[in-house]
């Protein structure tokens, strides 16, 4: 199986660096990444603009009905090497990653039609393998066979002032207490939803990096990753 491809699927909590780690993989081994939180989060702008969440409440029959008018794909960016997310032809990837839409994303993501439309777009995405993919369900309900699954968790507390000091570069009004508390909110939503909650799959490895650097975290990858495919 050495010089097969495979699919690395990771799973975990909001802000445990689950997107930062499989770009970094992806680019070790030349595979495709696919951020599914951003996935979620252009559904969310999309409601958010068109008024289909006033006051946190979901008028989820329209964002049923909306959801084949809306078009999501990534474009690698060559000059910053980077892959952004696009909705119906606009590149969204700062919109997306404002709090404004952290806030709903959770309740839109448990939306069980939203979840299908998304899935079966992944499983295309990954269909020739060679992908690594980070979410919520990958290894779960996505790609249930992925050679290579990965659970990330990490202390709250740590995985705030993480998020914390990311948003301070783009965004300053926001507070440490309220970085807290949405992350403490999307745990809860995210492993209590009815449709594939959040959870470790059996055969996932899990990955605590309350206390390791991103160093050490790449060298534990490299180990595991050989022991998959020899
Ligand atoms: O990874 P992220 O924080 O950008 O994800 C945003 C939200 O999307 C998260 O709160 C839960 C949801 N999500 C999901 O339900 N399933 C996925 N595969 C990915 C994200």
Request: glycine share 4%; proline share 2%; net charge negative.
């Amino acid at each position: 199986m050495k010089n097969e491809k495979i699919i690395v699927a990771i799973d975990g909590f909001s802000s445990t660096g689950k997107s930062s780690f499989a770009k970094q993989i992806a680019q070790k081994l030349s595979y495709i990444y696919v951020d599914t939180g951003a996935m979620y989060r252009a559904v969310t702008l999309y409601c958010i603009e068109k008024n289909l969440i006033k006051d946190c409440e979901l008028n989820v029959d329209k964002i049923i009905e909306n959801l084949t008018n809306m078009k999501i794909n990534f474009i690698f960016n060559t000059n910053t090497g980077k892959s952004e997310t696009f909705l119906n032809g606009e590149n969204v990837e700062d919109k997306i990653r404002k709090v404004e839409i952290s806030n709903h994303v959770s309740a839109i993501s448990a939306i069980p039609e939203v979840r299908t439309q998304l899935v079966a777009l992944q499983q295309e995405m990954g269909k020739n393998k060679g992908i690594v993919m980070d979410g919520r369900d990958i290894g779960t309900v996505v790609f249930p066979n992925a050679e290579l699954k990965i659970f990330m968790t990490a202390e709250p507390k740590i995985r705030a002032m993480r998020r914390y000091n990311e948003l301070l570069e783009k965004d300053n009004n926001v507070t440490f207490e309220e970085i807290e508390k949405n992350i403490c909110e999307r745990d809860y939503i995210d492993t209590h939803r009815d449709t594939s909650p959040l959870k470790k799959a059996d055969d996932a490895i899990i990955l605590d990096n309350s206390h390791i650097s991103i160093e050490e975290q790449m060298q534990w990858f490299e180990k595991i990753f050989n022991s998959v495919i020899e």
